[in-house]
């Protein structure tokens, strides 16, 4: 059985004004960036990303991000109901 794995990546894009890309790759795990310099690239690029993670050894996995709680609104709850 193979084993699959799940990446994320943030694409940062700037368009010239003669309709030219280019930008910044971003791996959210690792927070690695690589630059492209046009959209034809952007596949090979992230092809690349991975594959250089593959190369690596894993020891130990990132963290994962928790996202904080908001507290309750006390004020929401409140509403519609009438002082006694």
Same mark, same amino acid.
């Given at each position: 059985?193979? @084993?699959?794995?799940?990446?994320?990546? +943030? *694409?940062?894009? &700037?368009?010239? =004004?003669?309709? %030219?890309?280019?930008?910044?790759?971003?791996?959210?795990?690792?927070?690695?960036? @690589?630059?492209?310099?046009?959209?034809? +690239? *952007?596949?090979? &690029?992230?092809? =690349?990303?991975? %594959?250089?993670?593959?190369?690596?050894?894993?020891?130990?996995?990132?963290?994962?991000?928790?996202?904080?709680?908001?507290?309750?609104?006390?004020?929401?709850?409140?509403?519609?109901?009438?002082?006694?």
């Amino acid at each position: 059985m193979s @084993e699959e794995r799940h990446a994320s990546f +943030v *694409i940062r894009v &700037v368009q010239d =004004r003669q309709g %030219q890309i280019s930008g910044v790759i971003e791996r959210v795990a690792t927070g690695a960036k @690589e630059a492209f310099t046009s959209k034809e +690239v *952007i596949g090979g &690029v992230i092809a =690349r990303m991975l %594959q250089r993670e593959r190369a690596l050894p894993r020891t130990n996995p990132a963290p994962r991000r928790m996202m904080a709680r908001r507290p309750p609104n006390h004020r929401s709850s409140q509403f519609g109901r009438r002082a006694a």
